[in-house]
């Protein structure tokens, strides 16, 4: 795994998604559910996309299965020794899915169905990590 996320882009933390980036700062994935309708979600938005109501922060187990992935060999941008990069949904077992990387694990090996986990690449930004996924053991 990279030592930290940089020189890629770290998210911007605004007050809708700030506890989310610190929280995954301190090793934990969030996910936002609603206390009326039960839905639990991401992306971080403070009011449930169904019913509109506040929602709120549950921690997540942090397991979930590939659901569909992509690989990027090269990008002009991109860190060449973190070259070719997975992009992939991520079935969370909570239910949403997410948009992530799978690192720790040869491109060539990835598939549809695997089961990961949660893992945390820190930033030089303090209160920002990025949630990226692994091969669950």
């Given at each position: 795994?990279?030592?930290?996320?940089e020189?890629?882009?770290?998210p911007p933390?605004n007050p809708?998604?700030?506890?989310?980036w610190?929280?995954?700062?301190?090793?934990?994935?969030?996910?936002?559910?609603?206390?009326?309708?039960g839905?639990?979600?991401?992306?971080?938005s403070a009011?449930?996309?169904?019913?509109f109501?506040?929602?709120?922060?549950?921690e997540a187990s942090?397991?979930?299965?590939v659901?569909s992935f992509?690989?990027?060999?090269?990008?002009g941008?991109?860190?060449?020794?973190d070259?070719?990069v997975?992009?992939a949904?991520?079935?969370l077992?909570?239910?949403?899915r997410?948009?992530?990387?799978?690192?720790?694990?040869?491109p060539?090996?990835v598939?549809?169905?695997m089961?990961?986990t949660?893992?945390?690449?820190?930033?030089?930004t303090?209160?920002v990590?990025i949630?990226v996924f692994?091969?669950?053991?």
């Amino acid at each position: 795994m990279p030592e930290t996320w940089e020189p890629r882009p770290v998210p911007p933390a605004n007050p809708e998604t700030e506890r989310f980036w610190s929280a995954a700062a301190d090793g934990t994935l969030l996910l936002r559910e609603c206390p009326d309708c039960g839905l639990v979600y991401h992306y971080p938005s403070a009011l449930c996309p169904d019913c509109f109501t506040e929602a709120e922060w549950r921690e997540a187990s942090g397991d979930g299965t590939v659901y569909s992935f992509s690989l990027l060999r090269n990008h002009g941008d991109w860190p060449e020794d973190d070259l070719p990069v997975v992009f992939a949904y991520v079935e969370l077992e909570e239910g949403p899915r997410v948009i992530t990387n799978i690192l720790d694990c040869p491109p060539q090996d990835v598939e549809v169905g695997m089961d990961v986990t949660v893992a945390f690449v820190p930033t030089d930004t303090e209160d920002v990590a990025i949630p990226v996924f692994v091969p669950a053991e």
